[in-house]
C-alpha cells in the first residue's frame, strides 16, 4: 500500500543549495520512495539557537511504500551520507529531514512523532509545506496551513524566498 508523506528539509553548513539537491536526489534513489513535488526554497532565520547562520528550507512530498518507521530510518540514512553529525542539539547541521506528514496517520513513538511536533508554529516548515500541500485541514490539527501561518507574529516568521533547486538528473550541467 502506498501513501504520501511530506518531508522537511533544511540545511544551514557547507553548500546548503547542493545539500537540499543530493537530499532530495538520494531520496528519490532509494527502493520505495519516489519525490512527487518539491517547494521553493526559503531562506529562513534559525530558531531555536538563533547564534547560527541562515538556513535554506523547503518540502518535499513523496510517495511511499515504506511505513513511517521505514521512512524516518531512510531520511536518517541520507542525512548521514551527507555528512550530518549530530552534535549541538538545535545546531548547525549540512542536512536535516524531518518526517511531517505521512498520509492522514498519526504516530506516538519514543523516536518518531507524525504530525511532526512544532509543524504547526514553525512558519520555516509552514511556508515550504503550503506550496505542495494538496489537502485542507493538516492531519492530526483540524485547521489549515494558512490558519497556523496567520497565528505567527511577522517578527516570529522570518522567512523569505531564495529561489527554486532543479534536483532531477540532468537539470545541471555537470550532471552531479
Ligand atoms: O528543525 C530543523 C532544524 N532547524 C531549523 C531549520 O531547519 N530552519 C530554521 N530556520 N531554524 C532551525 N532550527 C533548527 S534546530
Redesign the pocket.
Known sequence: MTAIAYL?L?SNQGNREENLRQAIRRLDALTGIRVLRASSVYE??????VEQAA?L?MAVSVETDLSPEQLLEAALSVERELGRIRTVR?GP?TI?I?LLLYGTSCVSLEHLVIPHPGLSQRA?VLVPLRDIWEGGVLPGHNQTIDHYLSLLAEDQK?VREWGAINWEIGSDPSGS
Open positions: 522537511g533544511g529562513t532565520e534559525p530558531f531555536g539557537y538556513f528550507n538545535w547541521r536535516d524531518d520555516f522570518g
